[in-house]
Nanobody, 130 residues
Framework: QVQLVESGGGLVQAGGSLRLSCAAS????????IGWFRQAPGKEREFGAA????????YYADSVKGRFAISGDVAKNTVYLQMNNLTPEDTAVYYC???????????????????????WGQGTQVTVSS
């Protein structure tokens, strides 16, 4: 059973930065994908970023590309999401999620779909004020 714990959310002014952390336990960090999703009030859960550790690959939604950066610490089984130049539109609950590794040909599209992920953290609130 995989457990994920997010931390690092909070209140920040527009233009500011936050770094979120996702600590994973139960499986080797390098054997799976960790994705970050967010859900704002009244909206569906939205893909933000993901890291496929074994391939050294990262993936970003257009809405965060150039502002957010995902990285990982294998020794700590922890993935980070560095968020810069935040805007009020980034306000949401941010979740990290675990996706089992699969065939190479199918992994990329699966990474961007929330319903493909096997385990989810509890979420951490990010609020960006104007």
């Amino acid at each position: 059973q995989v457990q994920l714990v997010e931390s690092g959310g909070g209140l920040v002014q527009a233009g500011g930065s936050l770094r979120l952390s996702c600590a994973a336990s139960g499986r080797p960090f390098s054997s799976y994908v960790i994705g970050w999703f967010r859900q704002a009030p009244g909206k569906e859960r939205e893909f933000g970023a993901a890291i496929r550790w074994s391939a050294g690959s990262t993936y970003y939604a257009d809405s965060v590309k150039g502002r957010f950066a995902i990285s990982g610490d294998v020794a700590k089984n922890t993935v980070y999401l560095q968020m810069n130049n935040l805007t009020p539109e980034d306000t949401a609950v941010y979740y990290c999620a675990f996706l089992r590794s699969g065939p190479i040909a199918t992994m990329v599209p699966r990474i961007r779909r929330a319903n493909e992920y096997d385990y989810w953290g509890q979420g951490t609130q990010v609020t960006v004020s104007s």
